[in-house]
């Protein structure tokens, strides 16, 4: 049977810090130091949790750094999840960031 409609889920960002610290060997993430020295313009790559469903990894352009919390905006449409655009807002802090992509690279 083919699903022709998705439906709506909550989800969540993934703890980078937390899931590495379980397995470092398989969940690779950047370190403190280059998670510091993030800028506007930046990419990054998050990693969301729907409440079911599977979990998509996806990139974020932030737009704002702040000492806790970040603000960016979705690079892409999610794949696996209905209603999450390129452009949609999403506020998320360091622990999130699993990798990043510089402006200037």
Do not use: C, N, Q, Y
């Not at 049977?1 to 969940?27: C, I, Q, Y």
């Not at 905006?73 to 807002?89: C, I, N, P, Q, Y």
Request: hydrophobic content about 45%.
């Amino acid at each position: 049977m083919v699903k022709l409609f998705r439906r709506r889920v909550d989800w969540v960002l993934a703890d980078g810090v937390e899931r590495h610290a379980l397995s470092p060997s398989t969940f690779r993430i950047v370190g403190d130091e280059a998670k510091a020295a993030l800028r506007e313009g930046d990419r990054v790559k998050v990693m969301v949790v729907p409440s079911e469903g599977i979990a998509e990894r996806l990139w974020v352009v932030v737009s704002s750094v702040g000492d806790e919390v970040l603000h960016g905006t979705f690079a892409s449409d999610a794949v696996e999840l209905r209603g999450l655009h390129a452009g949609d807002v999403v506020t998320f802090e360091r622990r999130h960031v699993l990798g990043i992509g510089r402006r200037d690279a």
